[in-house]
Nanobody, 128 residues
Framework: QVQLVESGGGLVQAGVSLRLSCAASIRTFFSTYAMGWFRQAPGKEREFVGAINWSGGITDYADSVKGRFTVSRDNAKNMVYLQMNSLKPEDTAVYYC????????????????????WGQGTQVTVSS
């Protein structure tokens, strides 16, 4: 059983930074899971934001956030983070944390169907 709980969302102005956290409750080793971040804006499909492999050594990002967002993890604390800098109004969405058991590269794990477990999401609203 895997449970994921996101936190850290809120209402911010464009240009500022925000860090989202995802706490994972996993019966087996958290370090055996690749972790992803997705977002869903109103009226749009859920889209890939970024992902990190089991060790934290490999990351992958959507072009829309590359250079602004950073995914990191702390396996000792069962935590994953999404550092978001230079936020834009178009970053407004509900942000979801996702997990899949994987020892492979995280590059290419960009589909919703690539992940088995999901959190409930946290709202991020960026005002102009």
């Amino acid at each position: 059983q895997v449970q994921l709980v996101e936190s850290g969302g809120g209402l911010v102005q464009a240009g500022v930074s925000l860090r989202l956290s995802c706490a994972a409750s996993i019966r087996t080793f958290f370090s055996t899971y690749a972790m992803g971040w997705f977002r869903q804006a109103p009226g749009k499909e859920r889209e890939f934001v970024g992902a990190i492999n089991w060790s934290g050594g490999i990351t992958d990002y959507a072009d829309s956030v590359k250079g602004r967002f950073t995914v990191s993890r702390d396996n000792a604390k069962n935590m994953v983070y999404l550092q978001m800098n230079s936020l834009k109004p178009e970053d407004t969405a509900v942000y979801y944390c996702a997990a899949v058991r994987s020892f492979g590269t995280v590059v290419g794990l960009r589909l919703v169907t690539d992940y088995n477990y999901w959190g409930q999401g946290t709202q991020v609203t960026v005002s102009s």
